[in-house]
T-cell receptor, first 114, second 112 residues
Framework: AQSVTQLGSHVSVSEGALVLLRCNYS??????LFWYVQYPNQGLQLLLKYTSAATLVKGINGFEAEFKKSETSFHLTKPSAHMSDAAEYFCAVTSSGGSYIPTFGRGTSLIVHP | EAQVTQNPRYLITVTGKKLTVTCSQNMNHEYMSWYRQDPGLGLRQIYY???????DKGDVPEGYKVSRKEKRNFPLILESPSPNQTSLYFCASSVGFTGELFFGEGSRLTVL
């Protein structure tokens, strides 16, 4: 079984501040982890993914995430927030056990203040 | 251009009137899936398909049907819609469990 917990349904930051969105997962086998972003009135698009290569994964728009097995975490960060980063962010996990069924977290809404 | 296309994008209907939301992908993906998105609940999987003629229930399948007669198409059928099926629906496809999901732009359904 696998699950994802995103801490905080809303995160508010000032423009230029560090962005940190938290994701913890549980999986009985090595996981594959993803962050997706959803801009208003759009579908989700992939930000970055971890598939057992480098533990620090760089994605689009300056985002990165670090896979920490000991903490079962895959937190998303960006050094300096931009107004255009305001969106809903979803963490997702699938397992290498053969299931094609990804599990999504409930999402975190990022609010960026000028 | 690689894409997942859903139609209609917006629909208002009445209780009990059968409707179909179409989904088509042009990436030759084997895996396709339907999700519904509701405030505070995130994305919940309705049905998924691992290949042609292979479908299975997700977390919230009640009140929905699907079919996968062709690799590119995966329609979602609401035989008798009810107000609790008012939601934002997304179709997605993927090459496999290590691959990213490609999402359609969503279909906002209102059942009165």
């Amino acid at each position: 079984a696998q699950s994802v917990t995103q801490l905080g349904s809303h995160v508010s930051v000032s423009e230029g501040a560090l962005v940190l969105l938290r994701c913890n997962y549980s999986s009985s086998v090595p996981p594959y982890l993803f962050w997706y972003v959803q801009y208003p009135n759009q579908g989700l698009q992939l930000l970055l993914k971890y598939t057992s290569a480098a533990t620090l994964v760089k994605g689009i728009n300056g985002f990165e995430a670090e896979f920490k097995k000991s903490e079962t975490s895959f937190h998303l960060t960006k050094p300096s927030a931009h107004m255009s980063d305001a969106a809903e962010y979803f963490c997702a996990v699938t397992s290498s056990g053969g299931s094609y069924i990804p599990t999504f977290g409930r999402g975190t809404s990022l609010i960026v203040h000028p | 251009e690689a894409q997942v296309t859903q139609n209609p994008r917006y629909l208002i209907t009445v209780t009990g009137k059968k409707l179909t939301v179409t989904c088509s992908q042009n990436m030759n993906h084997e895996y396709m899936s339907w999700y519904r998105q509701d405030p505070g609940l995130g994305l919940r999987q309705i049905y998924y398909s691992m290949n042609v003629e292979v479908t299975d229930k997700g977390d919230v399948p009640e009140g929905y049907k699907v079919s996968r007669k062709e690799k590119r198409n995966f329609p979602l059928i609401l035989e008798s819609p009810s107000p609790n099926q008012t939601s934002l629906y997304f179709c997605a496809s993927s090459v496999g469990f290590t691959g990213e999901l490609f999402f359609g732009e969503g279909s906002r359904l209102t059942v009165l």
